[in-house]
């Protein structure tokens, strides 16, 4: 968490500095960037995470907590389909939660942030930073850093639920916590399960990605195909995670691939 953390911050402050320098209005010129912003923290996130996994699992082989590198599952393409459409509905599922949530706390704060940031945006640049980048960032950081540490000492379960929390922390806020806990529960569990560590990324890209379609064609769906139209796509992103989470539940050795 604290790569991405400290990266994050000296890039906000940064921007911050030049903005204020030479723009009129900073605060806005800092929200029209943010999503770059985002994308190039998230590249220099990566790089070191992927460096301390690399350590960290030839420890693990030496101390023979996993098989030799070499032995994790390489996922098929109907694999690779399934985690992204698993995690849409998963992501689907999770907004709902969140959405109750910010009902609740009556905080509208998120979803203002968030129009401020993807106002304007081009939805193909959304998605490649937010959609692709953020999330192959976040899960080296979160699920191949923070969650492979936890587990190897506590159990799957505990290891998931507290790395999760620290993931949720990690938002800054509690609507989008909620949301990014319970991601990072199935993230977690589906890494494990898979013995394959691009399971949680595509998981992460299915539900980002899913968001920022959802955001930017849901009234379109609902104004061309009405609510009955929604409710069936609904129920096939729910069946699309269930059947995801009953295939790595089946699917697993019982031994610890990565």
Avoid: C
Avoid at 17 to 35: G, H, K, P, Q, S
Avoid at 37 to 61: M, N, Q
Avoid at 230 to 237: K, R
């Amino acid at each position: 968490m604290g790569i991405h953390f400290l990266i994050g911050q000296i890039l906000a402050s940064l921007a911050l500095v030049l903005f204020t320098r030479w723009t009129e209005d900073a605060v806005a010129a800092y929200y029209d960037n943010t999503v770059l912003l985002t994308g190039l923290t998230g590249i220099l996130a990566f790089l070191p995470a992927a460096f301390f996994y690399g350590r960290d699992k030839r420890a693990r082989v030496t101390g023979g907590l996993i098989p030799a590198p070499g032995t994790g599952h390489r996922l098929s393409p109907g694999e690779i389909l399934l985690l992204l459409f698993m995690g849409a509905g998963v992501a689907q599922y999770g907004n709902l939660l969140a959405s109750i949530v910010q009902v609740l706390l009556q905080d509208n704060a998120y979803s203002d942030t968030m129009t401020q940031i993807t106002e304007g945006k081009s939805l193909w640049m959304l998605i490649f930073w937010m959609g692709i980048v953020a999330p192959v960032a976040e899960e080296a950081v979160f699920r191949w850093l923070v969650f492979l540490r936890l587990r190897d000492f506590l159990s799957l379960w505990k290891a998931a639920v507290i790395s999760a929390l620290i993931f949720g922390i990690y938002h800054g806020n509690a609507v989008q916590g909620v949301y990014a806990a319970v991601l990072g529960v199935v993230f977690a569990w589906a890494l494990e399960k898979s013995g394959s560590l691009w399971s949680s990324v595509l998981l992460h890209i299915g539900a980002n990605v899913w968001i920022l379609l959802l955001g930017e064609y849901y009234e379109s769906i609902l104004e061309k195909w009405g609510s009955v139209s929604f409710l069936i796509l609904l129920a096939l992103l729910l069946a699309g995670a269930v059947t995801g989470l009953q295939y790595y539940h089946k699917k697993d050795s019982g031994q610890r691939l990565i």
